[in-house]
């Protein structure tokens, strides 16, 4: 693993960025906007741009991570999301057929656990979650050390599960802010720093609804770690307390004693999760 070249492609709604990882280590990294209105050929014209200012004279692998859903096998994604021309994009044998190198495409949740189980604070782990606290809910599953995306690229969209009167999505991410007090998780976030009542309160009562759908996942993954993802994790240590205090009416005491809930730290997650498709292709 250490001597190989991966190329990592981040698909943004409104960037694409490259870059390389070799030695486990990532170099420069190359951004280009993306034309919203630009057709199917003129987005895969700059991806292909950015690969080739890039890429190394021996590249052993491409890995590409899209805000959309992916038929990971057939490497297909749909409906990418802010680039209405890609409906349905045979995005990895194009890249295999103009590279001749093995690409792998997957979702940016996927991507994100994997990120974090190959370069960040998943690296000792083999059963861990990846949850992406931001505009939505979701994550992606690492199962004894692969991920785990389901037959669909389904897995993860915990978001979707029913939570009282609607589902997860609508009290375990920013959402819950603008739905319940007209301002977005940043400026509640801006309050709580300076020590506002209202904004503790209610990250307290976020922290309470999150540990509520913590519970959830630890049902159905048993997972050894949960990584925060997305920009919500940055307000950490204004729910913490509440999200522990609500983990703790789970039914198996013993689960709660050995997880692990921590905050991504990694610059370029993205980049380096699509990078280590490559690497979880490879894992028997």
């Given at each position: 693993?250490?001597?190989?070249?991966?190329?990592?492609?981040?698909?943004?709604?409104?960037?694409?960025?490259?870059?390389?990882?070799?030695?486990?280590?990532?170099?420069?990294?190359?951004?280009?906007?993306?034309?919203?209105?630009?057709?199917e050929?003129?987005?895969l014209?700059?991806?292909?741009?950015?690969?080739?200012?890039?890429?190394p004279?021996?590249l052993?692998?491409?890995?590409?991570?899209?805000?959309?859903?992916?038929?990971i096998?057939?490497?297909?994604?749909?409906?990418?999301?802010?680039i209405?021309?890609?409906?349905?994009?045979?995005?990895?044998?194009?890249?295999?057929?103009?590279?001749?190198?093995?690409?792998?495409?997957?979702n940016?949740?996927?991507?994100?656990?994997?990120?974090?189980?190959y370069?960040?604070?998943?690296?000792?782990?083999?059963s861990?979650?990846?949850?992406?606290?931001?505009?939505?809910f979701?994550?992606?599953?690492?199962?004894?050390?692969?991920?785990?995306?389901?037959?669909?690229?389904?897995?993860?969209e915990?978001?979707?599960?029913p939570?009282?009167?609607?589902?997860?999505?609508?009290?375990?991410?920013?959402?819950?802010?603008?739905?319940?007090?007209?301002?977005?998780?940043?400026?509640?976030?801006?309050?709580?720093?300076?020590?506002?009542?209202e904004?503790?309160?209610?990250?307290?009562?976020?922290?309470?609804?999150?540990?509520?759908?913590?519970?959830?996942?630890l049902?159905?993954?048993?997972?050894?770690?949960?990584?925060?993802?997305?920009?919500v994790?940055?307000?950490?240590?204004?729910?913490?307390?509440?999200?522990?205090?609500?983990?703790?009416?789970?039914?198996?005491?013993?689960?709660?004693?050995?997880?692990?809930?921590?905050?991504?730290?990694?610059?370029?997650?993205?980049i380096?999760g699509?990078?280590?498709?490559?690497?979880?292709?490879?894992?028997?």
């Amino acid at each position: 693993m250490q001597e190989q070249n991966i190329l990592g492609i981040d698909l943004g709604g409104t960037n694409v960025r490259v870059g390389l990882v070799r030695n486990q280590q990532l170099g420069e990294v190359s951004s280009v906007k993306i034309n919203p209105k630009g057709s199917e050929d003129e987005v895969l014209d700059q991806i292909c741009a950015l690969i080739d200012k890039s890429k190394p004279e021996n590249l052993d692998g491409i890995g590409i991570g899209v805000p959309s859903v992916v038929d990971i096998k057939n490497g297909i994604v749909y409906d990418v999301q802010n680039i209405p021309s890609w409906k349905k994009v045979p995005i990895k044998s194009i890249l295999e057929e103009k590279y001749s190198t093995p690409t792998f495409v997957n979702n940016d949740a996927n991507c994100f656990a994997l990120g974090e189980k190959y370069f960040g604070k998943g690296v000792e782990y083999e059963s861990l979650i990846g949850l992406i606290l931001g505009t939505g809910f979701g994550g992606g599953v690492i199962v004894n050390g692969k991920s785990y995306a389901g037959i669909n690229c389904g897995a993860g969209e915990f978001g979707m599960m029913p939570y009282r009167d609607s589902i997860y999505e609508h009290y375990c991410c920013g959402q819950f802010f603008t739905r319940n007090f007209k301002q977005t998780s940043k400026e509640f976030f801006q309050r709580a720093v300076r020590d506002e009542e209202e904004a503790l309160k209610a990250w307290a009562e976020f922290g309470r609804h999150l540990g509520e759908g913590i519970k959830t996942i630890l049902y159905a993954y048993d997972p050894e770690i949960i990584i925060f993802g997305g920009s919500v994790r940055k307000a950490f240590r204004f729910f913490k307390d509440a999200l522990w205090a609500s983990i703790q009416s789970f039914a198996y005491p013993n689960s709660i004693k050995s997880l692990q809930i921590e905050v991504s730290e990694l610059e370029h997650i993205a980049i380096l999760g699509a990078a280590a498709l490559y690497y979880d292709g490879h894992k028997e």
